[in-house]
Protein backbone atom coordinates (compact mmCIF):
# COMPACT_ATOMS: atom_id res chain seq x y z
CA UNK A 1 0.00 0.00 0.00
CA UNK A 2 1.19 3.31 -0.79
CA UNK A 3 -0.42 6.64 0.90
CA UNK A 4 -0.23 9.61 -1.20
CA UNK A 5 -0.37 13.07 0.30
CA UNK A 6 -0.65 16.15 -2.10
CA UNK A 7 0.09 19.69 -1.18
CA UNK A 8 1.66 23.25 -2.46
CA UNK A 9 -1.60 24.58 -4.59
CA UNK A 10 -3.31 27.74 -4.67
CA UNK A 11 -3.89 31.01 -6.37
CA UNK A 12 -1.49 32.72 -8.37
CA UNK A 13 -1.63 34.93 -11.17
CA UNK A 14 -0.54 34.17 -15.45
CA UNK A 15 3.23 33.83 -15.38
CA UNK A 16 4.00 32.62 -11.94
CA UNK A 17 5.38 29.84 -10.80
CA UNK A 18 4.06 27.17 -8.25
CA UNK A 19 5.27 23.75 -7.01
CA UNK A 20 4.08 21.19 -5.79
CA UNK A 21 4.86 18.36 -3.52
CA UNK A 22 3.72 14.36 -2.72
CA UNK A 23 4.47 12.96 0.33
CA UNK A 24 4.60 9.05 0.15
CA UNK A 25 4.39 6.85 3.16
CA UNK A 26 5.83 3.34 3.18
CA UNK A 27 9.43 1.98 2.80
CA UNK A 28 8.61 0.99 -1.39
CA UNK A 29 8.34 4.76 -2.59
CA UNK A 30 11.55 4.15 -5.00
CA UNK A 31 9.90 0.87 -6.53
CA UNK A 32 7.10 2.99 -7.97
CA UNK A 33 6.97 4.96 -10.77
CA UNK A 34 5.45 8.27 -10.18
CA UNK A 35 2.99 10.63 -12.22
CA UNK A 36 1.20 13.56 -11.80
CA UNK A 37 -2.34 14.01 -13.42
CA UNK A 38 -4.74 17.12 -13.46
CA UNK A 39 -8.71 17.36 -14.05
CA UNK A 40 -9.91 20.43 -15.13
CA UNK A 41 -13.51 21.78 -14.11
CA UNK A 42 -15.92 20.20 -16.25
CA UNK A 43 -13.03 17.76 -17.75
CA UNK A 44 -11.81 14.71 -17.76
CA UNK A 45 -8.42 13.84 -15.76
CA UNK A 46 -5.66 13.96 -18.18
CA UNK A 47 -1.75 13.06 -18.06
CA UNK A 48 0.77 15.81 -16.95
CA UNK A 49 3.96 13.99 -16.30
CA UNK A 50 5.53 11.03 -15.20
CA UNK A 51 9.36 10.18 -13.90
CA UNK A 52 10.96 6.66 -13.64
CA UNK A 53 11.73 4.84 -10.15
CA UNK A 54 15.39 6.29 -9.93
CA UNK A 55 14.16 10.00 -11.39
CA UNK A 56 16.74 9.38 -15.00
CA UNK A 57 13.69 9.34 -17.17
CA UNK A 58 10.86 12.18 -17.29
CA UNK A 59 7.70 12.33 -19.94
CA UNK A 60 5.65 15.44 -19.95
CA UNK A 61 2.10 15.70 -21.89
CA UNK A 62 3.48 18.63 -24.92
CA UNK A 63 0.83 21.05 -23.41
CA UNK A 64 3.25 21.36 -20.37
CA UNK A 65 6.51 20.45 -22.06
CA UNK A 66 8.89 23.16 -21.66
CA UNK A 67 7.19 24.98 -18.61
CA UNK A 68 6.44 21.97 -16.04
CA UNK A 69 9.54 20.09 -14.81
CA UNK A 70 8.77 16.36 -12.56
CA UNK A 71 11.43 15.58 -10.29
CA UNK A 72 11.66 12.88 -6.68
CA UNK A 73 13.43 12.65 -4.02
CA UNK A 74 13.78 8.80 -3.24
CA UNK A 75 15.04 9.43 0.41
CA UNK A 76 12.26 12.27 1.42
CA UNK A 77 9.88 9.65 -0.38
CA UNK A 78 8.74 12.76 -2.23
CA UNK A 79 7.64 13.79 -6.09
CA UNK A 80 7.64 17.09 -6.86
CA UNK A 81 5.78 19.36 -9.99
CA UNK A 82 7.91 22.86 -10.39
CA UNK A 83 5.25 24.65 -12.72
CA UNK A 84 6.70 28.15 -14.27
CA UNK A 85 4.77 30.22 -16.81
CA UNK A 86 1.49 28.99 -15.12
CA UNK A 87 -1.73 29.99 -17.50
CA UNK A 88 -5.06 30.27 -17.13
CA UNK A 89 -5.51 26.71 -18.79
CA UNK A 90 -3.40 25.90 -16.13
CA UNK A 91 -5.93 25.64 -13.76
CA UNK A 92 -7.31 22.73 -12.23
CA UNK A 93 -7.44 19.76 -9.03
CA UNK A 94 -3.38 18.17 -9.76
CA UNK A 95 -2.97 14.60 -8.75
CA UNK A 96 -0.04 12.66 -7.80
CA UNK A 97 -0.12 8.97 -8.82
CA UNK A 98 1.97 5.79 -7.96
CA UNK A 99 2.44 3.21 -10.16
CA UNK A 100 4.13 -0.15 -8.44
CA UNK A 101 4.80 -2.07 -11.41
CA UNK A 102 8.03 0.41 -12.01
CA UNK A 103 6.91 0.37 -15.75
CA UNK A 104 7.11 3.89 -17.23
CA UNK A 105 3.74 4.41 -18.65
CA UNK A 106 1.44 7.73 -19.05
CA UNK A 107 -1.84 6.49 -18.94
CA UNK A 108 -4.22 6.30 -15.81
CA UNK A 109 -5.52 2.90 -15.49
CA UNK A 110 -1.88 2.14 -14.94
CA UNK A 111 -1.82 3.97 -11.54
CA UNK A 112 -2.60 2.04 -8.42
CA UNK A 113 -2.66 4.64 -5.55
CA UNK A 114 -3.81 8.25 -5.99
CA UNK A 115 -3.71 11.22 -3.74
CA UNK A 116 -6.92 13.35 -2.85
CA UNK A 117 -5.78 16.72 -5.15
CA UNK A 118 -4.48 20.26 -4.22
CA UNK A 119 -6.19 22.93 -6.31
CA UNK A 120 -3.95 25.01 -8.52
CA UNK A 121 -5.98 28.05 -9.76
CA UNK A 122 -4.29 30.62 -12.19
CA UNK A 123 -6.07 33.95 -12.49
CA UNK A 124 -5.86 36.03 -15.83
Known amino acids: QVQLVESGGGLVQAGDSLRLSCAAS????????MGWFRQAPGKEREFVAV????????YAADSVKGRFTISRDNARNTVYLQMNSLKPEDTAVYYC?????????????????WGQGTQVTVSS
Open 97 to 113: AADPSGMFRAYQSAYNY
Open 26 to 33: GRTFSSNT
Open 51 to 58: ISRSGAST
